[in-house]
T-cell receptor, first 115, second 111 residues
Framework: GQQLNQSPQSMFIQEGEDVSMNCTSS?????WLWYKQDPGEGPVLLIA?????ELTSNGRLTAQFGITRKDSFLNISASIPSDVGIYFC???????????????FGQGTILTVHP | EAQVTQNPRYLITVTGKKLTVTCSQN?????MSWYRQDPGLGLRQIYY???????DKGDVPEGYKVSRKEKRNFPLILESPSPNQTSLYFC??????????FGQGTRLTVV
């Protein structure tokens, strides 16, 4: 099955720095999602993007849905130690088909923040 | 509280011994699915269900079975587990077209 290309695979940054990660796909998605996974927990939704070109913020997080519908990025500003975790992008296709609920995930970006 | 509940959280078993991982959601979601998470591969869908008695294969269904007899429950069955099924498993549920809620995960080790 298809997977998304997510980069970077890992990041080691100092507290206060900004972070940027992105996802690309060879096919179109109608929805892009960004999840965060803390150790020992399931993924938790951070941001959902539903329109091409959409730019959405959630506190220090900003994500964009690429114009081509084949990519998305996530920025975290002024990182703090609790930002540590694994960040996943996920693409979802339009409701109505048999695969409407399926999420296709990137490989994840492991973020480490040094105090 | 809206949640997806998986049990058990941790399981160590031996090759060939049938096991079931349960999943239950209290949000009346129609869509439920199972994913496995392996290092460097992200999450990959095993099986999904669009409603009661409607299930279908995801990307990596070999060695797994599911059933959906009630809307809230979606158990994952491993009839004859093998070591390559050692992984972290997540159940998820959603409304049509909306983002999925995930359970806390089940870490399975098959020896």
């Amino acid at each position: 099955g298809q997977q998304l290309n997510q980069s970077p695979q890992s990041m080691f940054i100092q507290e206060g720095e900004d972070v940027s990660m992105n996802c690309t796909s060879s096919s179109i998605f109608n929805t892009w999602l960004w999840y965060k996974q803390d150790p020992g927990e399931g993924p938790v939704l951070l941001i959902a993007l539903y329109k091409a070109g959409e730019l959405t913020s959630n506190g220090r997080l900003t994500a964009q849905f690429g114009i081509t519908r084949k990519d998305s990025f996530l920025n975290i500003s002024a990182s703090i130690p609790s930002d540590v975790g694994i960040y996943f992008c996920a693409g979802q296709r339009r409701a109505g088909g048999t695969s409407y609920g399926k999420l296709t995930f990137g490989q994840g970006t492991i973020l480490t923040v040094h105090p | 509280e809206a949640q997806v509940t998986q049990n058990p959280r941790y399981l160590i078993t031996v090759t060939g011994k049938k096991l079931t991982v349960t999943c239950s959601q209290n949000m009346n979601h129609e869509y439920m699915s199972w994913y496995r998470q392996d290092p460097g591969l992200g999450l990959r869908q095993i099986y999904y269900s669009m409603n009661v008695e409607v299930t279908d294969k995801g990307d990596v269904p070999e060695g797994y079975k599911v059933s959906r007899k009630e809307k809230r429950n979606f158990p994952l069955i491993l009839e004859s587990p093998s070591p390559n099924q050692t992984s972290l498993y997540f159940c998820a549920s959603s409304f049509r077209g909306r983002p999925a809620f995930f359970g806390q995960g089940t870490r399975l080790t098959v020896v």
